[in-house]
């Protein structure tokens, strides 16, 4: 099922800004240089695109865990960078 994200930035600006690797010398690419396009690129290629499952815990009125109840999250929120525009983390 494809997973309803929140907040995507349409048009963010490290999208415009050029890339700085060198593609003939694997020394002078990303992650061994610092270039912010492949870094926000990086990003923005970890947000989940299908609906996932997880192992949320249960507790009962004392605060003693209970057990384990599957919850398939349908639906994130994205916080974006303000400098770049990039994906800094995701929320549930």
Same mark, same amino acid.
């Given at each position: 099922m494809k997973l309803k994200v929140n907040n995507r930035n349409g048009d963010p600006l490290w999208k415009k800004i050029a890339c700085k690797c060198h593609t003939s010398d694997i020394g002078? $690419?990303?992650?061994?240089?610092?270039?912010?396009?492949?870094?926000?690129k990086r990003a923005d290629d970890s947000i989940p695109t299908q609906s996932f499952k997880i192992n949320q815990p249960v507790?009962?009125?004392?605060? $003693?865990f209970t057990e384990n109840k599957v919850v398939e999250i349908k639906e994130i929120t994205l916080t974006n960078c303000d400098k770049y525009g990039s994906c800094i983390g995701w929320s549930f």
């Amino acid at each position: 099922m494809k997973l309803k994200v929140n907040n995507r930035n349409g048009d963010p600006l490290w999208k415009k800004i050029a890339c700085k690797c060198h593609t003939s010398d694997i020394g002078l $690419k990303y992650p061994l240089i610092e270039c912010v396009h492949c870094n926000c690129k990086r990003a923005d290629d970890s947000i989940p695109t299908q609906s996932f499952k997880i192992n949320q815990p249960v507790f009962d009125k004392q605060g $003693k865990f209970t057990e384990n109840k599957v919850v398939e999250i349908k639906e994130i929120t994205l916080t974006n960078c303000d400098k770049y525009g990039s994906c800094i983390g995701w929320s549930f």
